[in-house]
């Protein structure tokens, strides 16, 4: 029997975007290198290879997030129990508008991602680092 989906992706980025913050490339940049916030890349390792990242943000695969906030877990990372802004990123908003709707309903807050991720981050010329092939 083929399976019915009820509620679609579609409807879930709407819930999540209707009740976070989203910042454009250009707001995101303008926030970057401040110590009162965190951007958290929820991106695969492998997009980080091949794309580059933000310089100082935090590496968190998407997988692992609930695990990494929730201070009760065993794999909680002290970054996320910081007094600050989290803003999550991704290749191009769909991860991270849904992962900041699961932080903020988690409790933490402030939360906001990148309308568009990381492509309309470099798109708007944020900085970018990136790292030398690894050898084989």
Same mark, same amino acid.
């Given at each position: 029997?083929?399976?019915?989906?009820?509620?679609?992706?579609?409807?879930?980025?709407?819930?999540?975007?209707?009740?976070?913050?989203?910042?454009?490339?250009?707001?995101?940049?303008?926030?970057?290198?401040?110590?009162?916030?965190?951007?958290?890349?929820?991106?695969?390792?492998?997009?980080?290879?091949?794309?580059?990242?933000?310089?100082?943000?935090?590496?968190?695969?998407?997988?692992?997030?609930?695990?990494?906030?929730?201070?009760?877990?065993?794999?909680? @990372? *002290?970054?996320?129990?910081?007094?600050?802004? &989290?803003?999550?990123?991704? %290749? /191009? $908003?769909?991860?991270?508008?849904?992962?900041?709707?699961?932080?903020?309903?988690?409790?933490? @807050? *402030?939360?906001?991602?990148?309308?568009?991720? &990381?492509?309309?981050?470099? %798109? /708007? $010329?944020?900085?970018?680092?990136?790292?030398?092939?690894?050898?084989?």
């Amino acid at each position: 029997m083929a399976q019915t989906i009820t509620r679609g992706y579609k409807a879930m980025l709407d819930e999540a975007n209707a009740k976070i913050e989203t910042l454009s490339a250009e707001e995101a940049i303008a926030r970057q290198g401040r110590d009162d916030m965190v951007f958290v890349d929820l991106r695969d390792p492998r997009e980080l290879e091949r794309e580059g990242r933000i310089p100082g943000a935090l590496h968190c695969p998407r997988g692992m997030l609930e695990f990494w906030i929730d201070p009760e877990s065993p794999y909680h @990372k *002290p970054a996320f129990a910081q007094n600050k802004t &989290f803003i999550f990123f991704c %290749a /191009a $908003g769909w991860r991270s508008a849904l992962s900041a709707a699961t932080a903020q309903d988690m409790g933490l @807050k *402030p939360v906001a991602h990148i309308e568009g991720g &990381f492509t309309a981050w470099k %798109a /708007a $010329g944020g900085p970018v680092e990136t790292q030398p092939p690894k050898q084989s």
